[in-house]
């Protein structure tokens, strides 16, 4: 019924940037909030950002003034721009998805399969 898939990530090296999207689609009522996560080895999933339908955002500390979480609510899209990419970003980052579907009351949580970034030192 909904599909969650993000594209844009790859290798780069230190101090680099990349852009991850992940586009929502299906029978989407409404979508309340979508964010990004990461995994890396042997470590749990973390959040990195969120943010809602109305614009509000939330980040890690540690990503804080290197990414930025826009959402284009039109296109049920939301982006992650990364600058100043450091070795210790790299991991398998996740987009999820807060949405109600048609003819449902409630959110579901919705997840991406997963895009790989890798930053080199």
């Known amino acids: 019924q909904v599909q969650v898939v993000e594209s844009g990530g790859g290798l780069v090296q230190s101090g680099g940037s990349l852009r991850l999207s992940c586009a929502a689609s299906g029978s989407i009522h409404s979508i309340h909030a979508m964010g990004w996560y990461r995994q890396a080895p042997g470590k749990q999933r973390e959040s990195v950002a969120v943010?809602?339908?109305?614009?509000?955002?939330n980040y890690q500390d540690s990503v804080k003034g290197r990414f930025t979480i826009s959402m284009d609510n039109a296109k049920n899209t939301v982006y992650l721009q990364m600058n100043n990419l450091k070795p210790e970003d790299t991991a398998v980052y996740y987009c999820?998805?807060?949405?109600?579907?048609?003819?449902?009351?409630?959110?579901?949580?919705?997840w991406g399969q997963g895009t790989q970034v890798t930053v080199s030192s």
């Open positions: 999820s998805a807060a949405i109600r579907i048609v003819g449902q009351l409630s959110d579901w949580d919705y």
């Open positions: 943010i809602t339908s109305g614009g509000i955002t």
